[in-house]
């Protein structure tokens, strides 16, 4: 970090003393002539005008840090707009933790890794610790979580969800080459079954909608005012997408030649011998088409018996894969 | 604000009430691993430290550091005891993150957890309603997850069962934990496995009567770590190519296989060819199978008819079940 970092870190650093030891609010002027690091006023518009792009730009940070910068006036008479931070809004309450409760916050905050959430996490950490709790993040247990990782709007959606502004992104279906512009009014997003999904409110569709991460594309982007739409109450996300997704329980009956389909049976109850010698199994699921797929991989060796939706579904992936066969 | 930027505004401010609440006073080296700087990065932010303060800077408006051999401690903190609230990036990042741990009951104390939880929220204030915006929904069987994770935390050597899809076999190995891997949405183990001799990932669903035993845990120095930046799958060009015709359907076999010689092609509209390496004949043909007719097999010939004979098999006893 260079000279120049070190002089406004620095000068940020005074600023946040200067402001948080006081209860009046403290004029720029004031502020100028106390802190150290501002341009001194030397009669100049040039030296005024640095002055005040220096600490428009100093406020920005701090808010950006999260510093709860407050302006304001002591008393009637003052001419200009004060500042200063109270400290009952600048301080982390007191919190203490005991050495389980600790550990389990370390090992919660290693499951991040993206810029956002990761970078929010280890800054988590550098506070915790200096309210005086001993978070040990790396103890015992080795480790390696990649909740959110290679999404790479992510970012994007998690913002626009966390400032409640319209989202704008184009969303592009498998079966398409050209994807759609959408513009939602972001709920959250969501890590389901193994995959993200951003659930919000389609404006042109005017209707919930559930939106896969990894198929959001062309830069989305937040457009408007923070705060533009409140999520309904009681929102539960991961439930919004079992319900778009679909979940509807099928019992399925199949016969299995005997010592095949061990990943099947994992999962089955075996219901005994069928006529041929066959095993009879019956297993429950809720995404039919993917089973399908399995069995069809099995070949002659699974039949489904039931049902028949799932049945004619095996019997259409075999016929396409018996026409792969240069004998077809 | 750049992000350096920022995650020195938050250690500078963070510095002194950290130092506050250990008035014994703490040593470089230490500090410099709670903040995940170096001890030379350190030693500019406390030095940068030293000169701030009230305004005035006279006697007892600035910070006081006392330098005792390798510890360092304030004796001064000019009104800063205290670190800054948790912003909402920050409050999200920790109660998303607890709240996930509650759903892995095998990972953590399910109590502790809870007890955190409800302390953190607390203490974050007005930001943890935020913490809404994002949620972690994962699969975890419990059972399996606790145990790996003592026998990682005791570090012994595991007895289990492991269901191998490309194979549909049940397999019976004994293996020396490595790590825990968390990837899309799923726990792996990595070990040195005993029976294959070398670095296995197995998927904690895939796992059946897992067992600690007593012997400890001592994967072989070749033992190495995957990197898995490139993803879980990695390719050997050592072994055999299968190319595949995708159909847009299953485009993805290319993002989730490392896959090379990649051409996009009309037939089928939007469709992909690609090349696959794997030594393993047995896991090509039922990936293809399992594709249902999405893909098919441009090389080798012998692959592509295996796995259609298979198919007209299974087609001749479904005509024969609806015919008799």
Request: hydrophobic letters at 45%.
């Amino acid at each position: 970090m260079g000279g120049v970092s070190a002089k406004r870190a620095e000068r940020l650093v005074n600023l946040v003393f200067a402001l948080l030891g006081t209860r009046q609010y403290v004029s720029a002027e004031r502020i100028r002539t106390t802190v150290p690091g501002y341009e001194a006023a030397d009669g100049t518009e040039r030296a005024d005008e640095a002055f005040k792009r220096m600490f428009e730009r100093d406020k920005a940070d701090l808010r950006e840090l999260g510093v709860p910068l407050e302006t304001g006036r002591t008393s009637a008479f003052d001419v200009d707009e004060g500042y200063r931070i109270a400290r009952a809004d600048y301080e982390l309450p007191e919190i203490t933790l005991t050495g389980e409760e600790a550990a389990a916050v370390g090992l919660a905050l290693r499951l991040w890794q993206s810029a956002q959430l990761g970078g929010a996490a280890q800054g988590a950490l550098v506070k915790l610790r200096a309210a005086g709790v001993d978070v040990d993040a790396g103890r015992g247990l080795p480790l390696q979580p990649r909740l959110d990782a290679g999404e790479p709007s992510f970012d994007a959606c998690y913002a626009a969800a966390r400032d409640r502004r319209v989202l704008t992104f184009t969303y592009t279906r498998p079966d398409e080459d050209a994807g759609a512009k959408r513009r939602v009014q972001p709920w959250g997003v969501v890590a389901w079954h193994g995959r993200w999904y951003l659930v919000g409110h389609d404006l042109d569709r005017a209707a919930p909608r559930v939106f896969r991460l990894s198929r959001v594309t062309g830069n989305p982007r937040a457009s408007g005012p923070p705060d533009a739409f409140t999520p309904p109450a009681d929102l539960d996300l991961a439930a919004v997408v079992a319900r778009q997704v679909g979940r509807t329980e099928h019992v399925v009956r199949l016969t299995a030649r005997p010592g095949t389909a061990v990943g099947l049976r994992r999962r089955a109850t075996d219901l005994g011998p069928d006529d041929v010698g066959d095993d009879r199994l019956e297993l429950r699921t809720t995404e039919l088409w993917a089973l399908a797929d399995e069995i069809a991989a099995h070949g002659p060796d699974v039949l489904v018996g039931s049902p028949a939706e799932l049945r004619s579904a095996v019997v259409e992936r075999l016929t396409r894969l018996a026409a792969m066969g240069g004998a077809a | 604000m750049s992000a350096p930027t920022a995650d020195r505004m938050t250690r500078l401010l963070a510095l002194v009430p950290y130092l506050e609440a250990r008035p014994g006073g703490v040593t470089l080296a230490a500090a410099a691993r709670d903040f995940a700087v170096t001890e030379v990065q350190l030693r500019k932010d406390l030095e940068l430290l030293w000169v701030c303060g009230l305004p005035g800077h006279g006697p007892g408006d600035l910070i006081d550091l006392a330098f005792e051999g390798d510890r360092v401690r304030v004796t001064d903190t000019a009104g800063l005891a205290r670190p800054l609230r948790l912003a909402t990036d920050e409050a999200v990042a920790l109660i998303v993150a607890l709240r996930t741990l509650l759903e892995l009951p095998g990972l953590a104390e399910t109590e502790a957890v809870s007890r955190a939880l409800v302390k953190v929220s607390a203490a974050a204030g007005e930001p943890a309603d935020l913490a809404g915006s994002v949620a972690v929904s994962i699969d975890a069987r419990e059972q399996v997850l606790a145990v790996v994770r003592q026998a990682l935390q005791s570090h012994r050597a595991v007895h289990l069962h492991y269901y191998v899809p490309s194979r549909d076999e049940r397999t019976e190995r004994t293996v020396d934990p490595m790590r825990l891997l968390l990837v899309d949405g799923h726990w792996y183990l990595e070990a040195w496995c005993r029976r294959a001799e070398g670095v296995r990932l197995f998927r904690l669903d895939r796992v059946d009567d897992v067992a600690v035993l007593a012997e400890p845990s001592l994967p072989p120095e070749q033992a190495e770590e995957r990197d898995l930046d490139d993803g879980l799958y990695q390719a050997d060009p050592e072994q055999p190519l299968v190319r595949l015709r995708l159909a847009r359907t299953a485009r993805w076999v290319a993002d989730y296989y490392p896959v090379e010689d990649v051409a996009a092609v009309d037939d089928p509209p939007g469709g992909l060819l690609v090349g696959v390496r794997t030594a393993d004949p047995a896991w090509a043909r039922r990936l293809v199978a399992s594709l249902g007719g999405a893909a098919t097999v441009e090389e080798p010939r012998e692959l592509a008819d295996e796995i259609a004979a298979d198919a007209r098999a299974a087609l001749a006893r479904y005509a024969d079940h609806t015919g008799g």
